[in-house]
């Protein structure tokens, strides 16, 4: 008997994306953190993640099972971060020391983003936008410029978007059985 396991990639693509998108439309300016951004980060970008990474730990994936967990810890560290100080739970970090988080995400990003030499052009893509976009709002977070904040927001919509579309890339292209949406694949 076959047991031929579905595709867990497109569920963590999606949660990794629009969690994303929705953050980095606040950070671009265009509307405040609230409950909406917060609750995306521990569902669907925090728990959809971490359930992604173990199906890609079932499929035998190392480079799924360490993106998409360690992504789905990000986003609900990131939430218990926000969160945590305003009921009163622990102290906001230090101004400036929630760089450092962001940075040392930036610099595992960067390690991934090495990862994925040798797949597909997409996934090359979000992981070098990702690692962009966390060295950036580290460098926000450690001059306190709003600028830098403004541009990583719209790096970040990019880097969200660019997620979705190759989650719905690999769910069309499959489902179609043909290439209806490129994803850049290397022979």
Not at 87 to 106: A, C, D, K, R, T
Not at 143 to 162: P, R
Request: charged content about 10%; proline content about 4%; some cysteine.
């Amino acid at each position: 008997m076959e047991n031929k396991l579905s595709n867990p990639a497109p569920l963590g693509l999606m949660g990794f994306g629009m969690t994303t998108v929705l953050l980095n439309i606040h950070n671009a300016g265009f509307f405040p953190l609230g409950s909406m951004i917060l609750a995306m980060g521990i569902f669907y970008g925090g728990i959809g993640q971490v359930i992604a990474g173990i199906l890609e730990f079932k499929k035998g994936n190392t480079f799924g099972t360490t993106a998409f967990t360690s992504y789905g810890l990000f986003w609900l560290t990131l939430v218990f971060l926000i969160v945590f100080p305003k009921i009163g739970w622990l102290e906001s970090p230090p101004v400036g020391f929630m760089g450092w988080y962001l940075f040392m995400w930036g610099v595992f990003t960067f390690m991934m983003w090495i990862g994925t030499f040798g797949n597909n052009r997409a996934i090359q893509f979000i992981f070098l936008t990702l690692w962009i976009l966390f060295f950036l709002l580290a460098i926000r977070d450690w001059t306190g410029s709003a600028l830098i904040g403004k541009i990583a927001g719209f790096e970040g919509i990019i880097c969200g978007l660019s997620a979705i579309y190759l989650a719905m890339a690999e769910v069309i292209n499959e489902t179609q059985k043909k290439v209806v949406l490129p994803i850049g694949a290397r022979e």
